[in-house]
């Protein structure tokens, strides 16, 4: 079992900046990949980007050039830095993790509101 809570969430700007974080607990140790997802109100939930074990980066390609993500070295903690927000990154923003049993997890949300 693995718990994540993300943090970092909250209105800003366009053009402006945010870091999110996710901490995960418990059989964190089992974690093979990690990444954030995003869901607009009356869209589907999308992949923002990820990071695996093999050290392969994937981002959507609406966030590319724009957001990094990054982990410690322990695969404890999970960063999404957002840079250039514009008001269509609206959305919730899930951490999610893999791990070798093949089980997903999910946190609970937080918040990104761009807005002037």
């Known amino acids: 079992q693995v718990t994540l809570v993300e943090s970092g969430g909250g209105l800003v700007q366009p053009g402006g900046s945010l870091t999110l974080s996710c901490v995960a607990s418990?059989?964190?140790?089992?974690?093979?990949?990690m990444g954030w997802y995003r869901q607009a109100p009356g869209k589907e939930r999308e992949l923002v980007a990820e990071?695996?074990?093999?050290?392969?980066?994937n981002y959507g390609d609406s966030v590319k050039g724009r957001f990094t993500i990054s982990r410690n070295n322990v695969w404890t903690t999970l960063y999404l830095q957002m840079n250039s927000l514009k008001p269509e990154d609206t959305a919730v923003y899930y951490c999610?993790?893999?791990?070798?049993?093949?089980?997903?997890?999910w946190g609970q949300g937080t918040q990104v509101t761009v807005s002037s």
């Open positions: 418990g059989s964190a140790f089992s974690i093979i990949t």
């Open positions: 990071i695996t074990s093999g050290g392969r980066i």
């Open positions: 999610n993790v893999w791990t070798r049993s093949n089980n997903r997890y």
